[in-house]
């Protein structure tokens, strides 16, 4: 699929209702195969990367029936998970698989995991080397630096063992991944992070009733004595924060009037907000809310074109803002200074080598735009428009809907293949852009 954006004539105007958060969409699904109860799930949004996880609990063992304007999946509980029929297809997600991983470490039932080709290039060694540690036995290809999918999970010839284990880096479906384990262990299972990630898996598993306890950045998972029965009446998956950020970059460098409900601004996903805010930009926050264990507000961007300098993306802020960073280099491309992304490795074994691939599209407008080992270095060209530009997305459905905000300042059409997986997580971004009152469509 191509996209094919035209410079923006006016600014943008109007009200998105931003698909539901794919990384809690991903564990309201895997989390309510192990219910004990039926869950009522609202807001799931319809990306192919979720689509895998629904898939993936109907061969173990659930059933997925439409509610309304939800669906209830009827699990199996802890231990009552079957067998499934054939390999599970992972597709495109590898929050999908590596939780999967840590889910069926335990199972007395082996289970081949894969997907296609990006994700069979993923490293996940990560994830298996600490569930290893614990007794389980995954196997996958290669045999140098690291491991790829197609895995092989299991089977388990008991329960498995607890383990304390600090990551080397931060990585919340790592974390996750050994927390779904720990279900599984006889004693208590700790995951000790360096850094912030993610956290909605520790919100959900205890939301479920899972003896979990956090303290700081070490998490616990404590199975003596516990009846191993977690349940729940259902969940609100909250509008996605990294789409959103997708439409508020598109705002602050157009101008308009622009409002996006009810998006998640959980702490450890509101990294690209505090980064906008470092740059000189304003998101109003608006009616925060609770929304089961997560909280939600509408997030506004109203006014003129926004003027930016360059910072320094690292730390912290880095982790918070990882999925984020591809559209955060196109708006430092239009600010005023260099921007520095540092700390942000994990960009490399994305869907792309996100580092290059970034690098890649800006340049491809026309900014400078240095490739680092753990980041990038961005000349910011906030006079005039971009070059107009014909990018390679590479198959990254991030580096996609970046390249379709920066055409929005370019200087003619800008076009976009290899975009395809735009539908692994916002199958409607091109209809959002138009919806605000940008130009822009997809062709085969």
Not at 138 to 166: C, F, H, M, N
Request: charged letters at 20%.
């Amino acid at each position: 699929m191509k996209l094919i954006v035209e410079p923006a004539t006016r600014t943008l105007t109007g009200t998105v209702t931003i698909p539901g958060d794919k990384s809690i969409g991903h564990r309201s699904l895997l989390f309510s195969l192990l219910s004990a109860t039926p869950v009522r799930v609202v807001g799931l949004g319809d990306g192919a990367d979720n689509g895998r996880s629904a898939k993936a609990i109907t061969a173990l063992g659930a059933s997925i029936a439409k509610d309304g304007d939800g669906l209830v999946i009827t699990g199996t509980g802890l231990d009552g998970l079957v067998p499934p029929t054939s390999r599970i297809d992972c597709g495109n997600s590898g929050t999908t698989i590596r939780l999967l991983c840590g889910l069926l470490a335990g199972q007395r039932f082996a289970t081949t995991l894969f997907g296609d080709e990006s994700l069979s290039k993923r490293p996940m060694r990560r994830v298996i080397e600490p569930l290893a540690r614990m007794g389980a036995t995954i196997t996958g290809q290669g045999s140098g630096l690291d491991v790829t999918p197609p895995l092989v999970v299991g089977p388990a010839d008991g329960p498995l063992k607890p383990l304390d284990y600090t990551l080397p880096m931060a990585s919340a479906q790592v974390k996750t991944a050994i927390l779904l384990a720990g279900l599984f262990a006889d004693g208590d299972t700790s995951v000790t992070e360096p850094g912030p990630s993610r956290d909605h898996s520790e919100r959900m598993l205890a939301y479920l009733g899972a003896p979990l306890a956090v303290e700081g950045r070490r998490t616990t998972i404590a199975t003596r004595g516990w009846n191993r029965r977690l349940a729940c009446d259902g969940f609100t998956v909250p509008a996605d924060p990294s789409s959103a950020a997708f439409l508020v970059a598109a705002a602050i460098l157009v101008g308009g009037e622009v409002r996006l409900p009810g998006v998640c601004i959980n702490p450890t996903r509101t990294g690209f907000l505090d980064a906008i805010t470092a740059m000189g930009g304003h998101v109003a926050i608006v009616d925060p809310r609770a929304a089961g264990p997560e909280t939600v507000a509408d997030l506004v961007i109203s006014g003129a074109p926004q003027r930016l300098h360059g910072i320094t993306i690292g730390g912290d802020l880095a982790v918070r803002s990882i999925d984020e960073l591809p559209i955060l280099a196109v708006l430092a491309a239009r600010a005023h200074g260099t921007t520095v992304v540092r700390d942000a490795e994990e960009l490399r074994v994305k869907e792309s080598d996100r580092v290059e691939t970034t690098c890649a599209m800006l340049r491809a407008f026309g900014v400078t735009c240095e490739a680092r080992e753990d980041g990038f270095v961005v000349e910011g060209r906030p006079e005039g428009p971009l070059s107009a530009a014909r990018v390679h997305a590479d198959g990254d459905h991030r580096i996609a809907m970046a390249a379709a905000v920066a055409g929005l300042v370019a200087d003619g059409q800008t076009v976009i293949d290899d975009a395809d997986n735009v539908a692994t997580s916002y199958p409607g971004f091109a209809a959002a852009l138009a919806a605000l009152g940008a130009v822009v469509g997809a062709t085969a």
